[in-house]
């Protein structure tokens, strides 16, 4: 399987280079050259285990790589996690929640992240190169990107977060990892101002090249693959419980990275009716779905700072299929967002693609309803994807919610909701006595290009 651009420069790489580059170098995202049609794939896969149906997703996608060599980074990727179904689905009244926080930071990124971590490792030591990490976080990417690559040879990490704007847990989790090559930043900003600190740094091809820059944000190929896996398993699981022939999926989206993975294997061929969008008062991409207008407003800080973006990286990708996989629409759409701040393309995809938003309100009687009524605990984000798959059941494609952080990584707001001092994880309370480093920097590219150059 070769990658390609979706700004059209360059020749196709393979897997494992793509991994390395994370961002193309004409500023673009890789996508594969092809998505394999798989429905005839879909019966024998569907009682295969967590690790085994990764694999035979994985090596469709990841062919440069020995399949024993695979397996192993799989297995050893998911045997960090809590459960034995890695990502196990629960029934809460007419939706099914799909667990995605089992693993050692407690979020979804980290089904992506330790097996990121692992294939860093791998690649890097057939190669005998060296890496600097350099990420942007609203909240979950960076601990879970940190504890996949901690004590790693050959890989230095550099996490900025928008100072005062992830919740103090999150902060916990980043800035109580002391390992020599982990530096956390407090940027004096947004998120937004992370991010393009990050898209700035690699799009200085002489910095990214001198300094060995490697990605593990969501523009990397390898996270949306791996997220693609649990969209399959949970289709399966919740097929065999019901009997129906399509599903549904809601999801809580901020940066686009997870629901694009959802339509990769909506494309692949897995029955998905609905791909449902759900946004907090961050709604540029719900109110994209719903208008056919991209259009920057100003970040709004919620109970759900994992979505409090407003350019979604992993939106791009999405684009160029909406472009015919046409990568010179495409470069004129994205110069037009860059110069004018607003994309009009029509309302696009309507045969998969819903959207909603759910505010503040309606997030916190969500987090109140679910507790009462069924004694599942939500935590804020996946309240918003719950609150707004309301509006889209239906009895004859079941509703998988993406549970996407366990619920004590937010307990405010959960006292918030319920009134009641509920959510803790044992992981999460030691936390609150350990030693935290950090440094409070300014959003300025200069800046944090100075730190990575220190740690060559």
Same mark, same amino acid.
């Given at each position: ?6 700004? +059209? ?11 390395? =580059? ?11 050259? #092809?998505?394999?049609?798989? #429905? ?10 967590? $690790? ?20 192993? *980074? ?12 890695? $990502? !196990?689905? %629960? ?31 791998? %690649? ?9 990490? /350099? ?20 890989? @230095?990490? &550099? ?15 980043? =800035?109580?990892?002391?390992?020599? @090559? ?7 900003? =947004? &998120? ?9 740094? &690699?799009?200085?091809?002489? &910095? ?14 390898? #996270? %949306? ?26 999801? !809580?989206? +901020?940066?686009? +990275? ?12 897995? !029955? ?7 946004? @907090? ?32 990286? @992993? ?8 472009? +015919? ?10 110069? =037009? ?29 969500? *987090? ?17 994807? /719950?609150? /707004?798959?309301?509006?889209? %059941?239906?009895?004859?494609? !079941? ?58």
């Amino acid at each position: 399987m070769k990658y390609i651009s979706t700004r +059209g420069a360059g020749e196709p790489l393979e897997f494992t280079d793509t991994i390395l =580059t994370g961002l193309a170098r004409d500023g673009g995202l890789f996508l594969p050259e #092809r998505i394999p049609d798989v #429905r005839s794939q879909l019966a024998a896969w569907s009682t295969l285990s967590y $690790t085994e149906l990764a694999f035979e997703i994985m090596r469709l996608f990841a062919d440069d790589i020995p399949e024993a060599s695979l397996r192993e *980074i799989i297995r050893k990727s998911y045997a960090t996690f809590r459960h034995a179904e890695v $990502t !196990p689905v %629960v029934r809460a009244g007419d939706v099914f929640i799909l667990e995605l926080f089992h693993g050692p930071t407690l979020a979804f990124k980290d089904v992506a992240l330790q097996f990121l971590g692992n294939l860093f490792e791998y %690649v890097l030591a057939q190669t005998h190169g060296r890496m600097n990490i /350099v990420a942007a976080t609203s909240g979950d990417t960076g601990s879970a990107a940190i504890y996949g690559v901690r004590g790693r040879e050959r890989i @230095n990490i &550099f996490v900025m977060h928008p100072h005062g704007r992830v919740s103090p847990m999150q902060e916990k989790q980043m =800035t109580t990892v002391l390992d020599a @090559n982990v530096c956390n930043l407090a940027v004096d900003g =947004t &998120f937004d101002d992370c991010q393009n600190i990050v898209k700035d740094l &690699f799009n200085d091809l002489a &910095f990214r090249d001198a300094n060995h820059l490697g990605a593990v944000n969501s523009i990397n190929w390898a #996270r %949306v693959l791996a997220q693609i896996v649990y969209y399959f398993y949970a289709a399966f699981r919740v097929q065999q419980q019901t009997g129906a022939q399509q599903v549904r999926f809601a999801v !809580p989206t +901020g940066n686009f +990275g997870d629901i694009f993975a959802g339509y990769v294997a909506y494309r692949m061929g897995l !029955p998905i009716d609905k791909l449902v969008l759900a946004t @907090n008062e961050n709604d540029i991409l719900s109110r994209y779905f719903n208008t056919g207008t991209y259009c920057l407003g100003d970040v709004a800080p919620t109970l759900s700072p994992s979505m409090d973006i407003q350019v979604a990286s @992993n939106f791009e990708r999405y684009l160029y299929y909406l472009a +015919g996989e046409n990568a010179e629409t495409l470069k004129q759409w994205m110069a =037009t967002f860059k110069k004018t701040g607003k994309l009009v393309t029509g309302v696009a995809d309507a045969r998969c693609m819903a959207a909603g938003r759910g505010d503040t309100a309606m997030t916190l009687a969500t *987090i109140r309803e679910y507790w009462e009524k069924h004694q599942v605990l939500l935590d804020p984000h996946t309240a918003v994807g /719950v609150a /707004v798959a309301q509006q889209f %059941v239906s009895a004859a494609a !079941p509703m998988i919610c993406l549970a996407t952080a366990h619920p004590a990584k937010f307990g405010a707001a959960i006292e918030q909701a319920t009134g009641k001092d509920l959510a803790h994880h044992p992981i999460l309370d030691a936390l609150n006595d350990l030693p935290t480093r950090v440094q409070v920097v300014p959003a300025d590219q200069a800046v944090v290009a100075a730190i990575v150059a220190q740690k060559k």
